[in-house]
C-alpha cells in the first residue's frame, strides 16, 4: 500500500502513443508473462516484457503481474513499431514500468530476476541492429513475405 492506495485498485495505465496497430496482427506473436525472460520489479509485483522481430517493424508488449493485487494484465498492449524507433520504444516501456513500481513502492530486485532493469532494451538493440539486410531478407521469407 503506498499514500492509502492499494494494488488491487489498478491505475489507469496509459499506453506510449506509438503507431496504430489496429490493422497489424500481433496476437501470438509475444508472451511476456509467458516467457518471463525480461522483467521490472519485485518478485510480487512486476512488469514483464516480450518482442518480435519482423523484416521492418518490431513487435512490443509488456504485462504487468501484481500478486498483492491479484490481478494480471496488459501493462502495454502490444504494438508494431518501425525498427528505427523499437529501441526508444522499449526505452519507453522500461521507464513506464519504473514508474510504476516508484509509484507503488515496488523495488527492482536485481538478484531475483538476474538483471537490471534495462537489460529488455539492451537485448531489443542487439536484435534489431544485429539483424543485416540478408538476414532480414531470410526473416520475411519465413515470414511469407517476399
Not at 496482427?25 to 508472451?31: A, L, M, Q, V
Not at 511476456?32 to 523484416?55: I, K, M, Q, R, T
Request: proline share 3%; charged share 30%; aromatic share 10%.
Amino acid at each position: 500500500m503506498m499514500n492509502g492506495k492499494r494494488f488491487n485498485e489498478q491505475e489507469e495505465i496509459n499506453p506510449v502513443e506509438i503507431e496504430d496497430s489496429d490493422e497489424v496482427e500481433t496476437k501470438g506473436k509475444t508472451d511476456p508473462y509467458g516467457n518471463l525472460e525480461w522483467a521490472v520489479g519485485s518478485g510480487d509485483d512486476f512488469v514483464c516484457f516480450d518482442y518480435h522481430v519482423e523484416d521492418a517493424y518490431v513487435i512490443l508488449h509488456s504485462v504487468i503481474n501484481s500478486e498483492t493485487g491479484g490481478f494480471i494484465q496488459d501493462f502495454e498492449a502490444p504494438v508494431r513499431v518501425p525498427r528505427t524507433e523499437a529501441v526508444k520504444e522499449a526505452r519507453s516501456l522500461v521507464e513506464h514500468a519504473l514508474d510504476w513500481c516508484a509509484n507503488n513502492d515496488v523495488r527492482h530486485s536485481v538478484k531475483g530476476w538476474n538483471q537490471d532493469p534495462y537489460y529488455f532494451v539492451r537485448c531489443v538493440r542487439r536484435d534489431v541492429e544485429g539483424l543485416r539486410a540478408g538476414e532480414r531478407a531470410r526473416v520475411a521469407r519465413k515470414n511469407g513475405k517476399s
